[in-house]
């Protein structure tokens, strides 16, 4: 079983630029698909990007599309969400999530979640 552990999350300035990581555990590690997500309080989990098992082919939400960049490292066992030109709206928890099909985007889909990390974009 694959447990996931993410980092990064902190204050940062509109315009700047973090970069969240997300460590696995668990030999399988490699055979998932790994997706981002993001929620604020009272809303649902949002998706923001996917990457897939290989690590060859992402997926993004309209809304980051152009900024935010997911990679990954199989020999490592880790995800990276590089996230630029932030924007006060991108503040929330952002979660990193392991799935079995990459072209699913629900969070219902994705069996494996992190414990979150939290990003706050200041104005």
Known sequence: QVQLVESGGRLVQAGGSLRLSCAASGRTFSNYA????RQTPGKDREFVGVINYSGVYTTYADSVRG???????????????????????????????????????????YSIWGQGTQVTVSS
Not at 34 to 37: D, Q, S
Not at 76 to 103: F, H, I, R
């Open 67 to 109: 900024r935010f960049t997911i990679s990954r490292d199989n020999a490592k066992n880790m995800v990276n969400l590089q996230m630029n030109s932030l924007k006060p709206e991108d503040t929330a928890d952002y979660y990193c999530a392991a799935g079995v099909n990459y072209y699913r985007h629900d969070a219902d889909s």
């Open 34 to 37: 790994m997706g981002w997500f």
